[in-house]
């Protein structure tokens, strides 16, 4: 099956500090990867919808300034925390959707972040 | 807001039972599909389901879907300790956009 990574797996980072996660497809191209956010013992909540080349749909509540994404090529899509909260401490989860495969998206293995 | 809402919330059994999940759902869906989460890890897609079939069967995993009710039911059989996991469902819209709803937890004990 599809393969996607996730970089890092765990941040701790202080208060105010900016962190980038990256999700790549490893073995396919993604015109189209999607981040989650995931409180412990809850759903998955979609943040955000990523193009490849344009910019990123952001679902309602999600601030665009805040969570920051960029997918600027066809296998690596990034999402920038920026000025991190306690509150942002959560597990991010993407997903890449292959062209092929319209139905089905491919999770990576989640950034699990904590901010002090 | 959440698409599917899973029925049981938590679910413990005995190694060998059968464990049932029932899901509901809100709007109009072109497929549903059923995703396994162990404890802080990713999620693994299990088995899709189209809003056309009634019942898919893939292995120990058996999927109903009741359109006209508008909810989904994930059976596995035989269980095992290894099934102890988070089950989502999820409602593929028109738009192609998966929303979770909020998950069941499984525990099977050996």
């Known amino acids: 099956g599809a393969v996607v990574s996730q970089h890092p797996s765990w941040v701790i980072c202080k208060s105010g500090t900016s962190v980038k996660i990256e999700c790549r497809s490893l073995d396919f191209q993604a015109t189209t990867m999607f981040w989650y956010r995931q409180f412990p013992k809850q759903s998955l909540m979609l943040m955000a919808t990523s193009n490849e080349g344009s910019k990123a749909t952001y679902e309602q509540g999600v601030e665009k300034d805040k969570f920051l994404i960029n997918h600027a090529s066809l296998t690596l899509s990034t999402l920038t925390v920026t000025s991190a909260h306690p509150e942002d401490s959560s597990f991010y989860i993407c997903?890449?959707?292959?062209?092929?495969?319209?139905?089905?998206?491919?999770f990576g293995p989640g950034t699990r972040l904590t901010v002090l | 807001s959440q698409q599917g809402e899973e029925d049981p919330q938590a679910l413990s059994i005995q190694e060998g039972e059968n464990a049932t999940m029932n899901c509901s759902y809100k709007t109009s869906i072109n497929n549903l599909q059923w995703y396994r989460q162990n404890s802080g890890r990713g999620l693994v897609h299990l088995i899709l389901?189209?809003?056309?079939?009634r019942e898919k069967h893939s292995g120990r995993l058996r999927v109903t879907l009741d359109t006209s009710k508008k909810s989904s039911s994930l059976l596995i059989t035989a269980s095992r300790a290894a099934d102890t996991a988070s089950y989502f469902c999820?409602?593929?819209?028109?738009?192609?956009?998966?929303?979770f709803g909020g998950g069941t937890r499984l525990m099977v004990k050996p």
């Open positions: 389901i189209r809003s056309n079939e």
């Open positions: 999820a409602g593929n819209n028109a738009g192609n956009m998966l929303t």
């Open positions: 997903s890449a959707r292959r062209p092929q495969s319209y139905n089905e998206q491919f």
